[in-house]
C-alpha cells in the first residue's frame, strides 16, 4: 500500500468518525442552542445551532417555572438511597453465596436470580398495589424500597468473592477477627473498584427511571426530575424554548457526572454484559 | 476487571491458583471453610442467613409475589380499579379481550419495533466499534461521546427529539421546507411516527453497543490478525474469517441485551407519542401502562404483562440453550 493511499484511508476513516459523532452530539447542541436563544427567534434556524447572543436567563426561566429544586432533592434522595441499598445487599448476598455453606443455598440463590428473570414492566400493577396496601405511595420508601433487590449485582459479587484469596480471610479468623469484621475490614475493601462501576451504573439507572416513579408518585412535590419534567412536558405543550431549557436543566448536571466518572462507567457497561 | 490484580494476590500471599479453578459453583470446595488439618469449622450459619435477607426477602416480595398476582389476577375479572380485591375467574377472557381491544396491534408494534432496533442498534453498534477500534492517534478520545445518550435521563432527551421532529419549527421540518419538500408531520402519520420513536431509541441506545463490541474487539488475540495480515487479508477478509466469528459470543449476549431493551421501550413512547396515532406507537409495555392506569382495566393489564413476561422467558430459555455452556467469562 502506497503512503498517499494509506493517508486517503486514514483521512476517509476519520471522517466516518467524526460524522458519527456529529451525529450523536447534535441533538444536545441543537437543545443547548435553542435554550439560550433569545426570544423572537424561534424561526431562525441559524439561531438554534449558534445563537447570535445567548440568553442564559431563559434557563432561569424555565427553573422557576416549575419545583425544579424540589424534583432534584427528590432525585438525589431516591437515587442515593436505593444505590447505597443495592449494592450493600448485593454485596453481603454475593458474599455469603460465596464465602459460606448452609442449607438452602441453592434454592435461596435461584431465588434472587429469579430477579433477573422478572422484568419489571411485567409487575407494575402488583407492586402498585402492595404499595398501596402499606400505604407507601407517594412517599420515599415507596419509591426507594422496592428498588434495591439487585440480582445482577449479587450475581457478580458472588463471582467477584469467588476469586478472591481465601487467605486473607483465613489469617483473620486466625487473630480471632469476628466474620462481619472480617466482611467489613478484608473483602469488601478489595471489591471497591466493582463497588465503583456497578454503583454509578446503579445511580444513573435509579436517575433516570421514569415508569417507576410515575406509577408510584402523583403529587407534585414528591415529584423526581424525570416524572417532573414530563409533566412541565404537559403545562408547556408548544413552548419548545422554555420544555427545551428545561431539558437541559435535566441533562447537564448527569452530564457532568458522566464526564467524571466515565472509566467507571464503560467498567460497569461491560460488567452488566457478563450473563 | 473482577480479577483481583496479580500485584495485590502476591501481597496476600496467595498460591498460584490456575484462573479455571478460581469461580464458578458447584464442586470447589473454599479452604476458608475448614480449619487447620482439614478438620471443618464451625460455619457461621446465623450470618450467612442475615447476610442474605435483604436480597432474598426483597426479591420475593418485589419481584416473585408481584409475579405471582400478575399472573393470578389474569384469569380473574370484574375488577375496575388496581385496588379491588372481590374478582371472579373468567378463565382466559382477559387474554382475548385484552388481544382484541389494542393487545395484538401492540404486540405487532412491539415486533416491528424491536426487530428494527436490534438491526439498527447492533449494526451502527458494530460499524463505530470497528472505527474506534482502528490503530489512529487520538481515536481513543472519541469513544465518550457515544456514551451521553445512554446516561444521559431518557425524557429529557425524548423532548428535544420531540423539538427536533416538531411540526412547522422543528429541525426536520425547516431541513425539508430548505430542501424544497413537503413538511412532514411525525405525530399525525403512523409510519413517520414510528420512525420517530425508533431513530431515538436508536440514538439512545447504541453507544451501549459500542463499548461493548468495543471490549470484545480489544480482547481479540492480535497475532491471529497479524498473521492474517502477513499472508495478505485484507481489511474485509480479517473482519469476515477471523474477527466475526471471534465476536460470535459477544454477540450474543449482545443481542440478549438489545432485544430485552427493545421489548422494555416505554418512556420515549409516553414522551413523543402516547402511543398514538391509534396505537401504531403503542408497544406492549405502553398497552400495559395504558390499561392499567388510564383505562384501569388491570385484569386485561395483567394479562398482557403475562404475554410480555412469557416472551422475554422464551428469548433467555432461547439464549441460555445456545450459549449457555461456556458462557460464564472467567472471572
Redesign the interface.
Known amino acids: 500500500m502506497t503512503f498517499n493511499r494509506r493517508l486517503a484511508n486514514r483521512v476517509f476513516f476519520y471522517a466516518l468518525v467524526v460524522i458519527a459523532v456529529g451525529v450523536v452530539v447534535f441533538p444536545l447542541i441543537w437543545m443547548l442552542g435553542t435554550a439560550v436563544k433569545p426570544n423572537g427567534q424561534i424561526l431562525d434556524l441559524r439561531a438554534s445551532l449558534w445563537p447570535s447572543q445567548f440568553e442564559w436567563s431563559n434557563i432561569v426561566k424555565a427553573w422557576n417555572s416549575a419545583p425544579f429544586g424540589r424534583w432534584y432533592l427528590n432525585s438525589v434522595i431516591f437515587a442515593v438511597c436505593a444505590t447505597i441499598g443495592q449494592i450493600l445487599t448485593a454485596m453481603m448476598a454475593g458474599y455469603a453465596f460465596a464465602m459460606f455453606d448452609f442449607p438452602g443455598k441453592r434454592i435461596l440463590f435461584y431465588v434472587v436470580l429469579g430477579g433477573l428473570m422478572v422484568p419489571f414492566t411485567v409487575i407494575i400493577v402488583p407492586v402498585v398495589q402492595i404499595l398501596a396496601t402499606f400505604h407507601w405511595l407517594n412517599t420515599y420508601q415507596g419509591l426507594i424500597v422496592p428498588n434495591i433487590a439487585f440480582a445482577l449485582g449479587t450475581f457478580l459479587f458472588r463471582q467477584f468473592f469467588f476469586g478472591a484469596p481465601p487467605e486473607l480471610g483465613e489469617a483473620a479468623r486466625i487473630d480471632g477477627a469476628s466474620e462481619w469484621r472480617i466482611f467489613y475490614k478484608v473483602y469488601s475493601p478489595l471489591a471497591r473498584p466493582v463497588i465503583a462501576a456497578l454503583g454509578i451504573i446503579a445511580f444513573l439507572t435509579n436517575w433516570n427511571n421514569f415508569l417507576f416513579p410515575l406509577i408510584v408518585v402523583n403529587t407534585t412535590s414528591m415529584n423526581v426530575v424525570s416524572t417532573g419534567l414530563s409533566v412541565f412536558q404537559t403545562q408547556f405543550s408548544t413552548n419548545y424554548d422554555l420544555i427545551t431549557s428545561a431539558a437541559l436543566i435535566a441533562i447537564v448536571p448527569i452530564l457532568l457526572v458522566a464526564i467524571v466518572a466515565q472509566r467507571q462507567i464503560v467498567e460497569g457497561i461491560s460488567l452488566g454484559a457478563v450473563q | ?4 490484580s496479580p500485584a ?2 502476591k501481597e ?3 498460591r498460584d491458583v490456575p484462573a479455571s479453578r ?3 459453583r458447584g464442586r ?1 470446595i ?4 475448614r480449619g487447620q488439618r482439614g478438620r471443618p ?1 464451625k ?3 446465623l ?3 442475615l ?2 435477607a ?3 426477602g ?10 405471582g ?2 399472573v393470578h ?1 389474569s384469569f380473574y375479572g370484574g375488577g375496575t380499579n ?2 379491588q380485591t372481590k374478582l371472579d375467574f373468567v378463565g382466559l377472557q382477559n387474554y382475548s379481550n385484552a388481544l382484541s381491544s389494542g393487545g395484538s396491534q401492540a404486540l405487532e408494534v412491539t415486533a416491528i419495533y424491536t426487530v428494527g432496533f436490534i438491526v439498527l442498534a447492533m449494526g451502527l453498534g458494530l460499524a ?1 466499534a470497528l ?2 477500534n ?1 490503530k ?1 492517534p487520538g ?1 481513543d478520545r ?16 425524548a ?3 420531540g ?2 421532529f ?1 411540526p412547522q ?1 422543528g ?1 426536520i421540518n ?1 431541513i425539508l421546507e ?1 430542501l424544497g419538500l413537503h413538511q412532514a408531520d411525525f405525530t399525525s402519520s403512523p409510519s413517520l411516527a414510528l420512525i420517530m420513536v425508533l431513530t431515538f431509541g436508536v ?1 439512545q441506545f447504541f ?2 453497543n459500542v ?2 463490541y468495543l ?1 470484545a474487539l480489544k480482547s481479540l488475540p492480535v497475532d491471529l490478525l497479524e498473521a492474517a495480515s502477513v499472508d495478505g487479508a485484507g481489511p474485509w477478509r480479517r473482519f469476515r474469517f477471523i474477527r466475526w466469528p471471534l465476536l460470535r459470543r459477544a454477540t450474543a ?2 443481542l ?2 438489545t432485544t ?1 431493551t427493545g ?2 421501550t ?2 420515549q413512547i ?2 413523543l407519542t402516547a402511543g398514538g396515532p391509534n396505537g401504531a406507537t403503542s408497544p406492549i ?1 405502553y398497552e ?2 395504558n390499561k ?2 388510564v383505562q384501569f382495566n ?1 385484569g386485561q ?2 394479562a398482557l ?2 404475554i ?2 412469557l416472551i ?2 422464551v428469548i ?1 430459555v432461547i439464549v441460555v440453550a445456545t450459549i449457555g455452556r461456556g ?3 472467567d ?1
Not at chain 2, 142 to 151: C, E, W, Y
Open positions: 476487571m473482577l480479577e483481583v495485590r494476590r496476600a500471599g496467595a478460581l469461580p464458578g470447589w473454599r479452604p476458608a471453610a469449622v460455619q457461621p450459619r450470618l450467612a442467613y447476610f442474605i435483604p436480597a432474598v426483597l426479591t420475593a416480595l418485589f419481584s416473585l409475589v408481584p409475579l398476582l400478575a389476577r388496581i385496588f463505530v472505527l474506534l482502528m489512529l481515536i472519541l469513544r465518550a461521546p457515544f456514551i451521553i445518550p445512554v446516561v444521559v435521563p431518557v425524557v429529557a432527551t423532548l428535544i427529539w423539538n427536533l416538531a419549527f429541525f425547516r430548505a440514538w453507544g451501549e463499548i461493548l471490549a449476549v449482545i440478549v441485551i430485552l421489548l422494555q416505554f418512556t409516553y414522551i409495555v400495559i401502562y392499567a392506569f388491570t393489564a395483567d404483562a403475562g410480555l413476561f422475554s422467558l433467555t458462557s460464564r467469562r472471572v
